[in-house]
Every structure is written in C-alpha cells, then in structure tokens.
C-alpha cells in the first residue's frame, strides 16, 4: 500500500471517528430527552424536573456544533472514500474482472444504503449531508470504473453529464447543501470544458440550473442570510459568468458586447432591494460591477475597438441573428429591473447598460471618437465614485475609484505618446489624490464618533 493512500485513508478514519463521537454524545443527549415523558409518567421525576433538564440541554445547544459536525463528516466522507478508491487503484492489476466490477459497485452500494437509511430514520442534517457527499462521489467512481473495466467509450462531457444527472436528485431527496454546491461546481466544470475545450454549446447546463433553482431560491426565502446563501450567492452568478462563454460560439467580436449586456445585468440583479438588503455583498454585484469596469478599460484603447467592429466592415451585421436578440433580451431585462425597482445613477454603473450600445454604434462609425468617449466615461466615473465615498465615508467606494484611475492612467502610459513628463505629473496626481482623499474621509470621520457607516 503506497504511503500516500494510507494518509489519506487514516486522516480519513480520524475525521469518520471524530463525527461518530459528537454525534455519539448527540444521540444520547437525544435519547435522554426522549425519555423524560416517560420518567415524569413513573414519577420517577417531577415535571418541573423534566422542564428543567429540557431547558438545560436547550441553552447547551450550539449551532456551531452542528457546523463542525457537518463539515467533519463531509471531510470524513470524502477522505475516507478517496483512500479506498486509492487502495483499490494501487492493487488494480492484480483483480479480476469480475472482483474489479464488484469493487467498483460497493461504494455506490454502502452509499445507497447509508442515503437510503438516512431518509427512512429521517436522520439529522449531518447524516444526510455525509450520505450525500459519499454517494456523490462513489456515483462517479463507479462510472469511471465500469467503464474502464469494459472499455466503454465517451468523452469527459458526457460522463460529467451522467454523471450530474444521476446525483441531481440528492439536492431534495436528501435536502443536501454540500450536494447542491458540488453540483453547481460540476455543472460549471462540464460547461467550460464542453464550451471552451471542444467547442460545443454546453446545453445540458441550462437544464443542471433549471434543476437546482428551486434548492437555491427556497434558500433564499427561508434563510437569505445563511451560510449556504451567502456562498450560492456568490457560486451561481460565478457559475453564470463562466458559462456564458461557452454559448458565444460564433460571435467573434460581438463576444465583448454580448458580455457587457450580461455583466449589466448581473449587476442590476445584485442592485435589487432584497440582495442590496443582504448583511453580506452577493457576486452578482460584485462581479457585475468589476466586470463592467474591466470591459471599458479593455475598450479604452483603440485597436480594442477596431477588433470588436471588425476594423469598421462588418460591425453588427455581420453577428448572426440568434446572438442579436440574446443581447436585446439582455438589455430589456436590464431596463425593467432599473426603472421598476430603483432609478439609475451614473456612479452606481447602471448607466452602462445603455451606454455602452451607444458606444459601440459610434465606433462603427467613428473609432477614435468611440474610444475618446470611453475614456471620458472612465474618468467621470472614477471621480464621481471618489465623490460618492467621501460624501458617504466609505473607503471601498473611495479607493475603488483611485484604482480605477490609476489603471487608467498606467494603460495610457503605454499605448499614447505623451511625453514621460506628462505621464509622470499623471502619476502624481494620483498619488496626492489617493492620500488626501482618504485623508479626509478619516478626518471626517473622526470629527463625526458617533456616525456608523455600512460600506456596502
């Protein structure tokens, strides 16, 4: 046995060992309790006595124990799985095919039962998870395995894609966090390799989120300031953004465009009164609102431009249909969300959803002037979100706008013929910048003690 497959089989036993201890001295913690009915009936105790054991075991009850004990038994699942496939994958050659089958079907077997009896004894949330996780993965190891054993061909797509399809009922039937986060990451998985490796349009993947959209929205509704909530809000739109792409096969430059309409997008998702109410930032504000900056900074230069118009003979007329009603639809939604729930301002970006087609038709037509205009925009936008940190005395926002002007200022460094003493005083400029204006938000600060701010 290589030295390598028994750590992990040992650090697996001891997170294994560990959960079956806390959950041991939960379970007779459980029982105790489950009994007081039938202590107080034999007046073997009084009732008085059984309220107060009740509320004694109560107040020692700890939610960050359940976290722990979650967290080591999903550890402790999937250690403990992948040192037996290691130790199986070590003797391989040595098996037959008929114990090599058996070997590959045992996992999905322990784990079924393990699942099956969870549901039926209507376990706690720490078994189910553990049930969970460990069929997730035996259900790919035994794929994997049997078709090696039989030289089942297929590419990768397809096995994730079985793969996915076979673990989507854990979600609900085990009503199974750490499921529906691996499924999430194995549906993106499957979406890039299947978009960005082999160039086909990952559709399966509209169908994976489909599926797991009412595990997530029910979340929100129930505990939109959970845990689980803070991080499928920042997973999903992760997941959307890398997806995306996969779906722009074919739109050469119009890819750029089509990216900004979703980048604005996401962004008014995330500007939406219950995500903007969150005790925690989402990823669709967060990656919405760097994209679009990162979109305009790209664009800043010339030759950026030149690329997305196809060097002003093409344009937009050369984009096929289905990719133009995308970005419209895009943009449509956008504006619903703006005007419905909240009014645009232009440093909160929502601006760009408009702006940007306009930037686009004028390079078709006139590149320089389009590339003047984004850098105006840029400038505009860096100074007024400087003004809108100091006004509001967030240091995010404030520095959030020193940095995009300082990335401005060092990409026009590079690709403009000014002399290096205008791009020094530039430099400069940014510098005193960045100092006093932090300098007076953390004089206004203190000058206001009792004044709490929420940097959003």
Same mark, same amino acid.
């Given at each position: 046995?290589?030295?390598?497959?028994?750590?992990?089989? $040992?650090?697996?036993?001891?997170?294994?060992?560990? #959960?079956?201890?806390?959950?041991?001295?939960?379970?007779?913690?459980?029982? %105790?309790?489950?009994d007081?009915?039938?202590?107080?009936?034999?007046?073997?105790?009084?009732?008085? !006595?059984?309220t107060?054991?009740?509320?004694?075991?109560?107040?020692?009850?700890?939610?960050q124990?359940?976290?722990?004990?979650?967290?080591?038994?999903?550890?402790?699942?999937?250690?403990?799985?992948?040192?037996?496939?290691?130790? #199986?994958?070590?003797?391989?050659?040595?098996?037959?095919?008929?114990i090599?089958?058996?070997?590959?079907?045992?996992?999905?077997?322990?784990?079924?039962?393990?699942?099956?009896?969870s549901?039926?004894?209507?376990?706690?949330s720490?078994?189910?998870?553990?049930?969970?996780?460990?069929?997730?993965?035996?259900?790919?190891?035994?794929?994997s395995?049997?078709?090696?054993?039989y030289?089942?061909?297929g590419?990768?797509?397809?096995?994730?894609?079985?793969?996915?399809?076979?673990?989507?009922?854990?979600?609900? $039937?085990?009503?199974?966090?750490?499921?529906?986060?691996? %499924?999430?990451?194995?549906?993106? =998985?499957?979406?890039?390799?299947a978009?960005?490796?082999l160039?086909?349009?990952?559709?399966?993947?509209?169908? #994976?989120?489909?599926?797991?959209l009412?595990?997530?929205?029910?979340?929100?509704?129930?505990?939109?300031?959970?845990?689980?909530?803070?991080? $499928?809000?920042w997973?999903?739109? %992760?997941? *959307?953004?890398?997806?995306?792409?996969?779906?722009?096969?074919?739109?050469?430059?119009?890819?750029?465009?089509?990216y900004?309409?979703?980048?604005c997008?996401?962004?008014?998702?995330?500007?939406?009164?219950?995500f903007?109410?969150?005790?925690?930032?989402?990823?669709?504000?967060?990656?919405?609102?760097?994209?679009?900056?990162?979109? *305009?900074?790209?664009?800043?230069?010339?030759?950026? =431009?030149?690329?997305?118009?196809?060097?002003?003979?093409?344009?937009?007329?050369?984009?096929?249909?289905?990719?133009?009603?995308?970005?419209?639809?895009?943009?449509?939604?956008s504006?619903? %969300?703006?005007?419905?729930?909240?009014s645009?301002?232009?440093?909160?970006?929502? =601006?760009?959803?408009?702006?940007?087609?306009?930037?686009?038709?004028?390079a078709?037509?006139n590149?320089?002037?389009?590339?003047?205009?984004?850098?105006?925009?840029?400038l505009? #936008?860096?100074?007024? !979100?400087?003004?809108?940190?100091?006004?509001?005395?967030?240091?995010?926002?404030?520095?959030?706008?020193?940095?995009?002007?300082?990335?401005?200022?060092?990409?026009?460094?590079?690709?403009?013929?000014?002399?290096?003493?205008?791009?020094?005083s530039?430099?400069?400029?940014?510098?005193?910048?960045?100092?006093?204006?932090?300098?007076i938000?953390i004089?206004?600060?203190?000058?206001?003690?009792?004044?709490?701010?929420?940097?959003?």
């Amino acid at each position: 046995m290589p030295h390598g497959c028994l750590n992990r089989w $040992l650090w697996g036993f001891l997170y294994t060992y560990l #959960f079956y201890c806390t959950f041991k001295q939960n379970t007779i913690m459980a029982t %105790l309790l489950k009994d007081l009915p039938e202590l107080v009936e034999n007046n073997v105790i009084s009732p008085q !006595t059984a309220t107060d054991i009740e509320r004694y075991y109560a107040a020692r009850v700890n939610p960050q124990t359940n976290i722990m004990l979650t967290i080591f038994g999903v550890l402790g699942g999937i250690l403990a799985g992948l040192g037996i496939i290691l130790i #199986f994958a070590h003797n391989w050659d040595n098996f037959s095919k008929t114990i090599k089958t058996g070997l590959a079907v045992l996992p999905l077997f322990i784990a079924q039962a393990l699942a099956g009896y969870s549901i039926l004894k209507n376990k706690s949330s720490v078994w189910k998870e553990t049930a969970a996780t460990l069929l997730f993965f035996a259900v790919g190891a035994s794929i994997s395995l049997v078709a090696q054993i039989y030289n089942i061909s297929g590419d990768f797509p397809a096995f994730l894609t079985t793969w996915i399809l076979l673990c989507l009922p854990l979600v609900y $039937l085990l009503n199974s966090n750490a499921a529906a986060i691996l %499924l999430l990451v194995f549906s993106t =998985w499957y979406s890039a390799v299947a978009g960005y490796s082999l160039w086909e349009r990952p559709y399966w993947y509209l169908l #994976f989120i489909a599926a797991l959209l009412p595990f997530y929205i029910g979340h929100l509704k129930t505990g939109k300031n959970s845990n689980l909530a803070v991080v $499928l809000n920042w997973l999903m739109p %992760l997941s *959307l953004l890398i997806a995306f792409g996969a779906f722009l096969k074919g739109a050469d430059g119009f890819v750029v465009v089509m990216y900004m309409a979703f980048l604005c997008l996401m962004y008014n998702v995330g500007s939406l009164p219950f995500f903007a109410n969150l005790k925690k930032q989402t990823g669709y504000l967060a990656f919405g609102e760097l994209g679009i900056i990162i979109v *305009l900074l790209m664009v800043s230069a010339q030759y950026m =431009w030149l690329e997305i118009t196809g060097n002003m003979q093409y344009g937009i007329y050369a984009v096929q249909s289905h990719f133009i009603i995308i970005w419209a639809v895009l943009l449509l939604i956008s504006a619903i %969300l703006m005007f419905r729930y909240k009014s645009a301002t232009f440093s909160s970006l929502k =601006w760009a959803t408009f702006l940007f087609p306009v930037l686009y038709f004028i390079a078709m037509v006139n590149v320089p002037l389009a590339t003047i205009l984004t850098n105006l925009v840029i400038l505009a #936008f860096g100074i007024l !979100t400087i003004r809108n940190g100091i006004n509001k005395l967030h240091f995010r926002t404030l520095n959030f706008g020193i940095l995009v002007l300082a990335v401005l200022t060092t990409i026009r460094f590079f690709d403009t013929n000014i002399s290096f003493a205008i791009r020094g005083s530039l430099f400069l400029i940014v510098g005193i910048g960045f100092f006093a204006a932090n300098y007076i938000v953390i004089k206004k600060k203190k000058e206001q003690p009792d004044t709490h701010t929420h940097e959003n």
